[in-house]
């Protein structure tokens, strides 16, 4: 951006903080009710606003120099959960740019988190053939497990899983695929090496302690989720899942997946999803939060959840 450019929405910014802030104190002097440390914050509040608005537009200002600089902008959005607001900013990207591959898988992940399953099948299926294969097949991955074709999803995790076979966070929801699919034993190959690529991942630890207590290994699953201090509310939903699994139940069972972090603190647990692809700064996970998403479609494994861990 230019640097007097800049330099003058800065200067635009300071005035519409000094601007608000005097209104303010103006307004609070009228009604008569006020102390000076209302007004004295009343004034902070009203200065932090504005330069976070003038933060924002420089920040904005600056992202769309370039097509990169635009991409990494709609993942930043992403992995803020701003689904809805990045295909607005994907419809510019490509207008300006054109459409390329790596804007496709955006906007695939976008259509799937916003609950349009079959536009986001479409956008997957065009990256087939092109150097972002596997994050199609992932994708593709995601929305069988969303359908409850289990078998399907394994099916595709697993040509995903050789575009990145050492992708933690991938292997963690193959595994659960896997579980959910019957296929128990072949499961434990993937969530045991999820575990040790990403010891720190709570998919990888409550994936693994599912299929532990599936496979009657009490013991060692107690084990594990003390080692990991893995919260009362998360056991719980880990052994809610195994046993309906185990009873073979249609309902889909609470577990924990790389698009959703377990959150120890909560009461009830949520439903899994699989971790994203970003090709711009390496794989990520994802916190997916979207209600419309979530309501849209059944998770592929088990969490509470950015693509947000580097």
């Avoid at 976070?52 to 902008?73: H, I, N, Q």
């Avoid at 990403?198 to 013991?219: I, V």
């Avoid at 699989?274 to 996970?285: C, D, E, H, K, P």
Wanted: charge should be positive; aromatic fraction near 4%; hydrophobic fraction near 40%.
């Amino acid at each position: 951006m230019n640097i007097h450019l800049l330099g003058n929405r800065l200067l635009r910014a300071q005035g519409r903080i000094a601007a608000h802030a005097g209104s303010g104190l103006m307004a609070l002097a009228i009604v008569g009710c006020a102390t000076p440390k209302d007004q004295y914050a009343a004034s902070a509040d009203a200065q932090q606003r504005m330069a976070a608005e003038a933060a924002a537009d420089t920040k904005a200002g600056t992202s769309v120099d370039t097509k990169e600089t635009y991409l990494k902008l709609v993942d930043q959005m992403q992995r803020e959960n701003l689904w809805f607001a990045s295909l607005a900013h994907i419809d510019a990207l490509e207008q300006r740019w054109g459409v390329s591959n790596e804007s496709t898988r955006l906007r695939a992940d976008a259509l799937r988190q916003t609950g349009q399953a079959a536009q986001s099948e479409t956008a997957y299926k065009r990256l087939m053939g092109t150097p972002l294969e596997g994050a199609g097949h992932r994708g593709l991955g995601l929305l069988a497990g969303a359908r409850g074709n289990y078998p399907e999803a394994v099916q595709l995790l697993k040509q995903a899983q050789r575009h990145t076979p050492t992708d933690a966070l991938l292997l963690s929801d193959l595994g659960y695929a896997q579980l959910r699919a019957g296929s128990t034993e072949e499961a434990r190959l993937p969530l045991m090496q999820a575990l040790q690529l990403r010891p720190d991942s709570t998919q990888a630890q409550a994936n693994l302690a599912l299929y532990l207590e599936l496979t009657n290994q009490q013991e060692q699953a107690v084990a594990m989720m003390d080692a990991n201090r893995i919260s009362p509310a998360a056991r719980s939903a880990i052994r809610d899942a195994a046993r309906q699994l185990r009873a073979g139940g249609t309902t889909t069972p609470a577990v924990f997946s790389s698009e959703a972090p377990v959150r120890d603190e909560a009461a009830a647990p949520l439903a899994l999803k699989a971790s994203r692809w970003s090709t711009l700064t390496g794989v990520r996970t994802a916190i997916q939060s979207n209600p419309a998403a979530s309501a849209a479609s059944t998770p592929l494994t088990p969490t509470t959840t950015p693509r947000g861990t580097p």
